[in-house]
């Protein structure tokens, strides 16, 4: 079905048919956005995709509703919004007409879903509390989206029409750009898991370019590695990789004899020309040049892995 229009509710919008939107006028340009609660309007036809109203669940009648008794849920008892049973229904047409490659798409779809999705799902429906996020709480993705809401001397549709047109330009780019990440992050897994095979039992991992390494690393169940060496604009960098996705603890931290020094201190303090600079974190260093930036690493794996350091971990 090619729908000539696409039906959501009218007054205060929220991200769920915000996003929504963000994925059907991709799919179908062609049709006219009405934001309405007519009765008239947000019945299923044969002519329109009716979403985040309309009181039912019924794909095959093209309407995604998601707040009356019986709503449908994930196989693992979650609620969906409407931008979920979109997801669901759509992610993959859109995927693809984003250019996403078919061997990719099942892929993409999962991991945006997981993280992009369902969290926005859990908040509309109450089942997760922003508030846990403390002070961050006011800039969540639905609390940001529904700021562009009229204030309330602002009143009509009017009003509400233009600030569901802002807030959808916002939400476009953060799907679009979320979709691109998700995706790129495939294509260094490919890169990475060739790195991991070419580092053998080396505990220094080599890229051609500065990229996401930490699920390949971890996918490839290289345990071994302990730092990842790239180029960047100018220089080289060396850092280490986190033990777990949460936190920033590293399997190995930089000497603790860099911390903070840079250029003619730090080439002093580890003995490599072209040394340029040492996080005081001890998480990320920088050289010159590549061979500096492998002598570094050396070094560094050389202090981690020693006796005095493995007696004190």
Same mark, same amino acid.
């Given at each position: 079905? +090619?729908?000539?229009?696409?039906?959501?509710?009218?007054?205060?919008?929220?991200?769920?048919?915000?996003? *929504?939107?963000?994925?059907?006028?991709?799919?179908?340009?062609?049709?006219?956005?009405?934001?309405?609660?007519?009765? $008239?309007? +947000?019945?299923?036809?044969?002519?329109?995709?009716?979403?985040?109203?309309?009181?039912?669940?019924?794909?095959?009648?093209?309407?995604?509703?998601?707040?009356?008794?019986?709503?449908?849920?994930?196989?693992?008892?979650?609620?969906?919004?409407?931008?979920?049973?979109?997801?669901?229904?759509?992610?993959?047409?859109?995927?693809?007409? *984003?250019?996403?490659?078919?061997?990719?798409?099942?892929?993409?779809?999962?991991?945006?879903? =997981?993280?992009?999705?369902?969290?926005?799902?859990?908040?509309?429906?109450?089942?997760?509390?922003?508030?846990?996020?403390?002070?961050?709480? %006011?800039?969540?993705?639905?609390?940001?989206?529904?700021?562009?809401?009229?204030?309330?001397?602002? @009143?009509?549709?009017?009003?509400?029409?233009? %600030?569901?047109?802002?807030?959808?330009? +916002?939400?476009?780019?953060?799907?679009?750009?979320?979709?691109?990440?998700?995706?790129?992050?495939?294509?260094?897994?490919?890169?990475?898991?060739?790195? +991991?095979?070419?580092?053998?039992?080396?505990?220094?991992?080599?890229?051609?370019?500065?990229?996401?390494?930490?699920?390949?690393?971890?996918?490839?169940? =290289?345990?071994?590695?302990?730092?990842?060496?790239?180029?960047?604009?100018?220089?080289?960098?060396?850092?280490?990789?986190?033990?777990?996705?949460?936190?920033?603890?590293?399997?190995?931290?930089?000497?603790?004899?860099?911390?903070?020094?840079?250029?003619?201190?730090?080439?002093?303090?580890?003995?490599?020309?072209?040394? *340029?600079?040492?996080?005081?974190?001890?998480?990320? =260093?920088?050289?010159?040049?590549? $061979?500096?930036?492998? @002598?570094?690493? $050396?070094?560094?794996? =050389?202090?981690?892995?020693?006796?005095?350091?493995?007696?004190?971990?």
């Amino acid at each position: 079905m +090619i729908p000539e229009f696409l039906v959501t509710h009218s007054g205060g919008f929220h991200a769920d048919e915000l996003l *929504s939107t963000v994925i059907l006028t991709r799919l179908f340009p062609q049709a006219r956005l009405i934001r309405s609660r007519a009765a $008239e309007l +947000i019945r299923p036809g044969a002519d329109r995709i009716v979403y985040d109203v309309g009181g039912q669940y019924d794909p095959a009648a093209g309407i995604f509703d998601h707040h009356q008794r019986g709503a449908p849920l994930r196989e693992d008892g979650q609620p969906y919004s409407s931008f979920g049973l979109i997801w669901k229904h759509y992610g993959r047409d859109y995927l693809a007409a *984003s250019g996403v490659p078919e061997d990719h798409i099942e892929a993409v779809h999962a991991a945006f879903d =997981a993280r992009f999705v369902l969290p926005v799902d859990l908040v509309d429906n109450g089942a997760l509390d922003p508030s846990i996020a403390g002070p961050l709480a %006011g800039l969540t993705l639905p609390a940001l989206l529904e700021t562009l809401k009229p204030v309330f001397d602002e @009143a009509g549709q009017e009003a509400d029409d233009r %600030g569901f047109q802002a807030a959808l330009a +916002i939400a476009r780019t953060l799907v679009e750009a979320g979709v691109a990440q998700r995706f790129a992050k495939l294509r260094a897994e490919a890169l990475v898991l060739q790195q +991991i095979a070419r580092a053998g039992d080396g505990r220094v991992l080599e890229l051609p370019m500065g990229m996401p390494f930490r699920p390949a690393v971890v996918k490839a169940g =290289a345990d071994h590695l302990l730092f990842v060496v790239h180029p960047r604009d100018k220089d080289w960098c060396l850092t280490g990789i986190r033990k777990a996705d949460e936190g920033f603890e590293l399997r190995a931290d930089l000497p603790a004899a860099w911390a903070g020094l840079t250029n003619g201190e730090l080439e002093a303090a580890c003995g490599v020309a072209g040394a *340029s600079f040492c996080h005081n974190g001890r998480f990320i =260093a920088a050289a010159a040049t590549r $061979e500096a930036a492998l @002598a570094m690493a $050396e070094l560094a794996v =050389a202090e981690a892995i020693s006796p005095a350091m493995e007696t004190k971990a």
